[in-house]
Structure formats: C-alpha cells, structure tokens
C-alpha cells in the first residue's frame, strides 16, 4: 500500500482518506481484526511497531495476520498520536470504508427477517452504543437502529464496538422511518418480559437511561414489555438491558 520506511507519506495519505466523509477510524488491534474479518475495505494501517503487530496478529488472529502485515506502515509513536487522539494500547489504527448506509437499510427492512433489530432510541452515550454493536454482532441480530442525534459510526462507538459494525447493520433513522415489523418496547410499566416470546421479525425498542423511550414510539408499541428489576433500583445500564433482551429471544428461537 505504501513505503513501510516512509512515516512522512502515511501520515499524508492517512490525512488525505481521513478527509473523505465516508472513512471510519478503525481504532486499535481487536477492531482492526473484526474489520477485516467481517469484510470491510480499509484505507490504511498504521502501527508503532510492526514486529509486535505481526507477533499480536498470529497470536490472536491468524486468519488475518498476512493481511494486516501486508498493509501496515510502522511510524513513530508522535505520528499516531498525531492522527488517533488517544492511541489504543495496542498501537495500531486504520481507516476503513463505511459500507454504503442505502444498502444496509435496505438489509435491515428486508422480510422475512431471521432475527430482531435492536432500535435505541435517542441513546447519549457512545460507549454504551458501541456495547450495544457488540452484542448484536455475538448475538447475530439483524443490526442496530438509532434514532436522534448520535451518529452510531462516531470513532469512540466503532472503538467500543470492536469494530463489529462491520458484522451487522448500522444505521441512524428517524423515528418515522423505522424498518417494518412489530414494535416491541422495553419499558419499567409494561408486562415481564418472560410472558413474551419475542418473534424474529420484531424491531426491539430501548430507551436511554434517564428518559426511557419516547413517548412517539410508546404510543405506537404493539407491546411494552418490562425486565423485572429489583425495587428501589433505577435502571439497568442500556447494553445490560439489550443483552438480556436479546438473550431472551434466543433462549426462545433454540426450543423451536
């Protein structure tokens, strides 16, 4: 891709892709793994130290060791500083393409579906988006959905996520325009969650902490459906929350 002795180049061409608006930071070792493992085109790698790359790469990742060392340009830790705010412990970082946001909507509003789409509505917090992303890609959901503000590809999102929105669908949506299927919402005044079995054409609606869901897609809920949670608790953490539920559909889907 580039000259491995040459950090001066890198750091232009990392400069130069990172400028394009479809290009995702690809932050640390793990996610640069499940990038390629799941098929995402990257741009670039950089690396402080090639050798222990390659040493990390057949440790923990055989399957795509030649790849990475193919691609890696090793630069000074001052040049990744330079272009990752806060460098991974690992010392590596790439960019990668953003896979073309109409065709994963298209994927996510395509039925019949074979498992749930996790919608959060409104979420704040970047972290808990990228936990979220995790799970879904584990649990092998359809993708994830948010709404409001919050661009579920920011770089701390895709970071938390393990680079795992490579593996599922992402997507920021209006509320209005959610995928098609029945609207099941997590919510503290509706019925357990263990009454329900939840089928897979379902959109699986979470809240934020502090607000909930809002009250637009409380309205059009063809459920609210509750974890039961010890009294005098407030909440449980958002990607706890989806964890639970979407272990609760595949405890269902396995005794069909």
């Not at 193919?70 to 460098?87: H, Q």
């Amino acid at each position: 891709m580039t000259n491995h002795d040459d950090p001066d180049l890198a750091l232009r061409q990392w400069r130069a892709a990172a400028a394009d608006p479809s290009t995702v930071l690809i932050d640390g070792f793990h996610a640069l793994k499940h990038t390629l493992r799941f098929g995402g085109e990257l741009r670039q790698i950089v690396t402080t130290d090639r050798s222990a790359l390659g040493e990390l790469s057949r440790a923990l990742a055989p399957d795509v060791a030649k790849a990475v060392l193919a691609a890696a340009v090793e630069v000074p830790p001052a040049v990744l500083r330079e272009v990752v705010a806060r460098p991974h412990p690992t010392g590596v970082a790439a960019l990668a393409v953003r896979p073309d946001p109409e065709l994963a909507l298209a994927r996510l509003s395509a039925l019949p579906r074979r498992a749930p789409v996790v919608v959060l509505d409104n979420p704040r917090n970047l972290g808990n988006v990228g936990a979220v992303v995790r799970l879904a890609a584990g649990f092998g959901v359809t993708g994830v959905v948010t709404t409001g503000d919050l661009d579920p590809w920011h770089p701390t999102v895709v970071r938390a996520g393990a680079g795992l929105h490579f593996a599922t669908d992402v997507a920021r949506l209006p509320a209005d325009r959610l995928p098609p299927g029945p609207l099941y919402v997590l919510d503290p005044e509706g019925e357990s969650i263990h009454s329900t079995r939840l089928p897979d054409q379902a959109l699986l609606v979470f809240g934020s902490e502090r607000h909930g869901v809002s009250e637009e897609l409380r309205s059009r809920a063809d459920a609210l459906l509750a974890i039961p949670m010890r009294p005098l608790v407030s909440s449980f953490n958002l990607a706890t929350s989806v964890g639970m539920g979407l272990f609760h559909w595949q405890a269902h889907t396995a005794t069909r």
